[in-house]
């Protein structure tokens, strides 16, 4: 069996238990495979402060659109944007890229704050 080679001891281990690097090497590319398969991936149509919304359609009630989100100090800024009342994806991407613009002016900066 090719995978497999004696040990000094006699005893058949597979390949990759003869040495610590080859070992190391093993374990990070299977985790590397589960954490590849497992995470999630963003949505494509997403922005900085803009996260697009779609219900699956198995779903009772649909909804479509982008939702702007803020948080600075104890300011919490919150709205949807749906694709209906926008007229399409487009108009609603386009109706709250506007509303973070204008968002951004009227709120303060971010601050900071690291750890000393």
Not at 25 to 47: A, C, T
Not at 52 to 79: E, M, P, S, W, Y
Request: aromatic share 8%; with cysteine; proline share 4%.
């Amino acid at each position: 069996m090719a995978f497999l080679e004696p040990a000094a001891t006699g005893k058949i281990r597979p390949r990759w238990l003869l040495d610590d690097d080859s070992l190391i090497l093993g374990i990070v590319s299977l985790v590397s495979r589960y954490l590849l398969l497992m995470r999630r991936r963003p949505n494509p149509d997403s922005e900085a402060n803009i996260r697009r919304i779609d219900t699956k359609a198995r779903a009772k009630k649909q909804t479509h659109g982008f939702q702007v989100h803020f948080l600075r100090g104890n300011n919490v800024v919150t709205k949807m944007f749906s694709d209906s009342i926008c007229g399409g994806k487009e108009g609603a991407r386009r109706a709250a890229r506007r509303f973070r613009r204008t968002a951004m002016r009227r709120l303060p900066k971010r601050k900071f704050v690291g750890f000393n």
